[in-house]
């Protein structure tokens, strides 16, 4: 366990213990429920590619990159799309606390990254 700390830590990928790990079903369930399989053109598929890779379906994945850090299960950028009160000269365009982003309901999740899909650098803000 220590050693499974020490290399998370190494990689500067940390968790919260408010999170959830969710399942490819349960994710594909509820990005169907919400509309985001099909936003801007991007499947259901793409979205738990991405979710998988960013966080390993890990609600409570928090990435330290030096000046800013990604959040969720969709590690959403502190410079960028949310506040999280440490991150100099950050936009917020999905005006919400990135602290909100940690917990097990990943609905205010879908709807910054839907937000995020819709900048001109649409998905490949990732």
Request: aromatic share 14%.
């Amino acid at each position: 366990m220590k050693l499974l700390l020490f290399l998370a830590a190494c990689l500067g990928l940390y968790y919260t213990s408010e999170g959830k790990v969710y399942s490819r079903c349960e994710l594909y369930r509820i990005f169907q429920q919400t509309g985001l399989s099909g936003y801007h053109g991007y499947s259901a598929a793409n979205w738990i590619c991405l979710a998988y890779y960013e966080s390993r379906y890990n609600t409570a994945a928090v990435n330290n990159n030096g000046p800013s850090r990604d959040y969720g299960i969709f590690q959403i950028n502190s410079k960028w799309w949310c506040n999280d009160g440490k991150t100099s000269n950050a936009k917020n365009a999905c005006g919400i606390s990135c602290q909100s982003l940690l917990n097990d309901n990943i609905y205010d999740d879908i709807e910054c990254a839907k937000r995020v899909v819709r900048d001109p650098n649409g998905i490949s803000a990732w």
